[in-house]
């Protein structure tokens, strides 16, 4: 089944960077866009930044636009997330996701499979 494993999570201060990275098995990794959502207390869940299953084609949230970066290594079935510039409103727990499909803009809202979370906490 569906495996996605989360790591890279942690506390830094406001202006800091962090590089979150998930695992992958289960499937064949390149058939899915991969995408990274959090979920702040109090918020509903938020897709961050999307990639498609080749990796030709990345999407964000305007709110983190210039500061991270999504990427995969198909090699290695493993998902990045590079922060940088981090500010207290991006604290909050960070899901790796699967998508159905390798393109991210066909049928968005169709998973087959979530990671367990990663807390980020940014300190002002």
């Known amino acids: 089944q569906v495996q996605l494993v989360e790591s890279g999570g942690g506390s830094v201060q406001a202006g800091g960077s962090l590089r979150l990275a998930c695992a992958a098995s289960?499937?064949?990794?390149?058939?899915?866009?991969m995408g990274w959502l959090r979920q702040a207390p109090g918020k509903e869940r938020e897709g961050v930044a999307f990639?498609?299953?080749?990796?030709?084609?990345?999407h964000y949230v305007d709110s983190v636009k210039g500061r991270f970066t999504i990427s995969r290594d198909n090699a290695k079935n493993t998902l990045y997330l590079q922060m940088n510039s981090l500010k207290p409103e991006d604290t909050a727990v960070y899901y790796c996701?699967?998508?159905?499909?390798?393109?991210?803009?066909?049928?968005?809202?169709?998973?087959?499979?979530w990671g367990q979370g990663t807390q980020v906490t940014v300190s002002s």
């Open positions: 990639i498609s299953g080749g990796g030709g084609s990345t």
């Open positions: 996701a699967a998508r159905s499909y390798s393109s991210c803009i066909y049928r968005p809202h169709d998973y087959r499979g």
């Open positions: 289960g499937y064949t990794y390149s058939d899915s866009c």
